[in-house]
Each structure stands twice: as structure tokens, then as C-alpha cells.
């Protein structure tokens, strides 16, 4: 009985639309990745770092994407992709025709840039906020779930055969922050459930860790292609 329970659980959470098809039929192959702004000087890890894996998704799929992030970014060198992101973007740049992806936003006024979004045809909005008013063309909003970046998991998942492992830690990184390692109370049963798929992968949960809460303050900005074991004994060093 319980495990039918679970089944029909599951069978509830399967979304009915699928990002990258989405992303085919509203796109001409150019879209624009964008996350919201902040107020501290900390980078929202849960916003870049579903950014940056829906980034890696899509360039698989062969899409023109160019991502937008406010910085600063030292606070999320390590995410994987990091490298291909923008500060901002002209007038110029978004002539063409695009689809707007808005990642981690409650509500369109806190989307970095405004410009992009006001000259967006098409915007798909991925989100996990229970107020987000649904402001996108398509909407993926999920209250259920931790954030964003579970949320991007659970997708990778239900659409992907195999996740590679840059773009699962990215997601990790996302949900520990915003559950603040597990503390929050948007940690759920179902939070656990994506956070074990994730060291089931072959994550390092505690390598993750120490970048989300320490994220090498007296580090120099590092090259973000370097591999993790590089930084390894680097942050224990500085940092612990
Ligand atoms: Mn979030």
C-alpha cells in the first residue's frame, strides 16, 4: 500500500511540458539565460548554479546560449561553466529574436538584467518560490521542491539517460545552499531523496560543502576548469 502510495506520488511530480522541447519549439536555437539580483555581495547559489547546468543541458542540444549573471563571481568560481557567463549584455546583443530563460526568480522585476527581459519575445520561467505569479510564456514553477537546482535535477532525471557529473554538482551545490546544508525548513523527505541520488552519483558531499560555506574568501579567483582535487588540500589550508 505504501509503496502504491509512492508510485502515484511520483506519477504527480512528473511534469508535463520537458525544457529541452520547450526550448525547441519557442526557440530559434538563440536563448538567453538570465537569474535574479541581489542585494548582498554574495552570489544566490541556488540562481546561478541551475543557470549554469541549464547552461551545459542546452549546449549539449547544440543552442546558441549566452548566460547572464550579476556579479560578483568569486563567491561561485567553482560552479561548473562559470567561465562562459556575462556580467551583462548591450542593446545591440539582443536585437535578434530570443527565448528568455529566468531562473530562480520570484518575480520579473528581480531578473538580471530588466533589459533582457523587457526585450524578450518568449520567456520561460523556471522557479521554485511559492509566490512566483507564473510572469512567463511557460512556466516551470515547483514549490515543492528546495529550489531551483533540485528542481533542474529532478529534470535531468526524468529527460536525461546519464547526468554528467559537473552539472550534478552544480545542482548539489544549489540545494545545500538553499536549504542552508540542510537546515531550512524547505528540506523535505524528498530533499534527502535528490541529495542521496546525488552522492549516489559520485559527488563529494563534503568537498561541496566546503565550497558553499567557505567559498575560499582568501582564495585568489582559480581557473574554474581546473579539477576539484586541484583546490582540494588549497582550501583545507586556507579555509578550515
Ligand atoms: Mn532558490
Known sequence: MKNLKLQNANRKRKPKKKIPKTC??????????????????TPNIDGVSSLLTL?????????????VVQPPFPGAHYLHGIEYVLEEVTESFLSDEFVLVSLDCATKDRIWTSLCYSRAQTVINIDHHIDNPHFGSVNFVDPTLSSTAEMMFRYLQQEEKSIPLEWI????????????GFRYSNTKVST????????????????????????????????????????EHTIKDKCL
Open 24 to 41: 525547441c519549439r519557442l526557440s530559434n536555437r538563440f536563448l538567453v539565460l538570465v537569474s535574479c539580483f541581489v542585494l548582498m555581495k
Open 55 to 67: 547552461q551545459l543541458w542546452m549546449q549539449k542540444y547544440g543552442y546558441n546560449v549566452t548566460s
Open 169 to 180: 554538482e552544480n545542482c548539489y551545490a544549489g540545494i545545500l545552499f538553499d536549504t542552508g
Open 192 to 231: 534527502f531523496e535528490t541529495a542521496r541520488a546525488c552522492v549516489q552519483a559520485g559527488i563529494n558531499p563534503t568537498k561541496i560543502a566546503q565550497y558553499v560555506f567557505n567559498p575560499g574568501q582568501l582564495l585568489p579567483l582559480l581557473p574554474c576548469e581546473l579539477p576539484w582535487n586541484i583546490f
